[in-house]
C-alpha cells in the first residue's frame, strides 16, 4: 500500500449536545440511522410507489422545455466552460458542476500556487441510477469532463444516493490522482470505498460532529467537519439507512463554507423544524459561502420529510447564519418522484421570489437577468453550471 500524499489528523468532536450525541444511531456499533427529531415523518415504500404511478391531486407533470428544433431552452440553467476563478486565488472559489456536485478551492497562501481543492458530491454520470439504461437522465450536461477538473486533494460525500454518489466518477478521479487525494465519508461508507474506490488509508468516515485536520502538502492545511443533515440513505432495494448522511463544513484560517448536501427542513403536519441548522450556526458562528439545496422537494406531502423547499432553504440560510448561500440541487436530473409534480423551472424561481420579499435576492444565474451574483451583498442568489462565485 503506498503512502497517502494528504495527511488526516482527528480533531475533539465539535457535539453541541452530548446526550444526544449517538440518538441517530440503531445498535452499538450502528447498524443502520435514524432522523431523531420530530421534525421528519418517514417515507413508506409503499406510498413512494402509490404517489408516484396513483392518482395524486398535487401530480403535474410538465415537460423539461426545450428551444427551437430541439436545442437547449433558455428558461434551463446555462453552462458555461469553468475558468475555476483562477484570477481570483486569494478569495475562496466555489465552482457548480450542476445538481449537488461543487469544486471548492480554498484562498491560496502567499508561498502557494493554488489553494486546498474540495470536491463535493461529485457526479458526471448520465443517470443517476445502477443502471445505464434506466433511471433519471440528466437534462443539463456537466460543464467539462472528470478528466478537465483541476487536480482535486479531497472528495466528500453526503450520502450515498445515486445523484450524490457516482461510482464511475470516483473510480476515475482515484485513477487520476493516485494517492494524492483522499475521500471523506459518513458512517459506514468507508468499506463500499475500499471494495470499489480506494485504498483504506485514501477514506475516512466520520460521524455528526466528529471533525480532521486535513494538510495538503506545501499548499494549506484545512478542517473538515461532518454535520448533520435530516434525509436518508440506500443504493439497493434492501440497504435503507443503514449508512449515515451528512452536510460537511470546510473551514480555513479566513474562511467558512457549508454544504448541506441533502436535508429536509420540516416534514408537513410536524410540530417543529429540524434543529440541526440553529446548532450548526451556534457552533461554527456562521459561513461565508453556504451551498443549498432548493429542488427536487415536491409533492411537499410526501417529499418535505427529507428534501426542503425553496423557502424551507431560505430558513436554513437565516439559522446557519450565511453570509452568502447558493442555491443547488436543481435544474440538472429530475427525481423520480419530484419529477411527476414539479416544473424544472419552479424552484429557482421560487428562491428568488422569497428572496425578494424579504430583501435578500443576491441575483445571479437562470433568474439573475444575465448578471453574476452579488458577492458583495449578504442574502441568497443562484449561479450558472461552469459558474465560479468567489468571496
Not at 410540530?271 to 427536487?296: R, T
Not at 436530473?333 to 421570489?353: A, K, L, N
Amino acid at each position: 500500500m503506498s503512502p497517502a500524499a494528504v495527511t488526516v489528523t482527528t480533531l475533539p468532536s465539535r457535539q453541541p449536545d452530548l446526550k444526544a450525541a449517538k440518538d441517530h444511531h440503531v445498535g452499538s456499533p450502528p447498524t443502520s440511522f435514524v432522523n431523531p427529531w420530530p421534525s421528519y415523518r418517514s417515507l413508506d415504500l409503499g406510498a413512494a410507489f402509490k404517489t408516484r404511478f396513483g392518482t395524486h391531486p398535487e401530480k403535474n407533470f410538465v415537460p423539461v422545455p426545450e428551444g427551437p428544433n430541439g436545442t437547449r431552452s433558455d428558461q434551463l440553467v446555462k453552462v458555461r466552460k469553468p475558468d475555476w476563478g483562477i484570477d481570483k486565488k486569494d478569495r475562496l472559489r466555489s465552482t457548480w458542476i450542476g445538481h449537488a456536485s461543487f469544486l471548492v478551492e480554498t484562498p491560496a497562501a502567499a508561498n502557494a500556487e493554488r489553494g486546498v481543492r474540495v470536491l463535493f458530491d461529485p457526479v458526471f454520470a448520465e443517470r443517476t441510477s445502477p443502471v445505464g439504461f434506466l433511471g433519471p437522465k440528466r437534462y443539463t450536461p456537466t460543464p467539462c469532463s472528470v478528466t478537465d477538473l483541476p487536480d482535486v486533494d479531497v472528495v466528500c460525500i453526503s450520502h450515498n444516493h445515486y445523484d450524490h454518489l457516482d461510482i464511475q466518477t470516483v473510480q476515475e478521479l482515484h485513477r487520476m490522482r493516485k494517492e494524492n487525494i483522499h475521500f471523506f465519508v459518513p458512517l459506514n461508507d468507508k468499506a463500499w470505498f475500499v471494495r470499489n474506490v480506494c485504498p483504506e488509508n485514501q477514506v475516512t468516515e466520520l460521524d455528526w460532529w466528529d471533525s480532521s485536520s486535513v494538510q495538503i502538502p506545501d499548499i494549506a492545511t484545512v478542517t473538515l467537519t461532518c454535520t448533520p443533515s435530516q434525509h436518508g440513505s440506500s443504493r439497493t432495494g434492501w440497504d435503507r439507512d443503514r449508512s449515515l448522511w451528512a452536510s460537511w463544513t470546510l473551514e480555513t484560517d479566513t474562511h467558512k463554507l457549508f454544504f448541506a448536501g441533502d436535508t429536509a427542513y420540516q416534514a408537513v403536519s410536524t410540530p417543529s423544524p429540524c434543529p440541526i441548522f440553529e446548532q450548526i450556526g451556534e457552533v461554527f458562528g456562521g459561513f461565508d459561502l453556504a451551498m443549498l439545496p432548493i429542488g427536487l422537494f415536491k409533492p411537499q406531502s410526501f417529499m418535505g420529510g427529507v428534501h426542503a423547499a425553496p423557502e424551507q432553504s431560505h430558513l436554513i440560510h437565516n439559522e446557519i447564519k450565511s453570509k452568502l448561500s447558493i442555491g443547488m440541487h436543481y435544474g440538472t436530473v429530475r427525481g423520480g418522484i419530484s419529477g411527476q409534480f414539479e416544473d424544472v423551472t419552479e424552484p429557482p424561481r421560487r428562491w428568488r421570489e422569497a428572496a425578494e420579499k424579504e430583501g435578500m435576492w443576491c441575483g445571479g444565474g437562470i433568474e439573475g437577468g444575465g448578471k453574476p451574483v452579488d458577492v458583495g451583498k449578504e442574502g441568497v442568489g443562484l449561479c450558472d453550471v461552469g459558474e465560479t462565485v468567489a468571496v
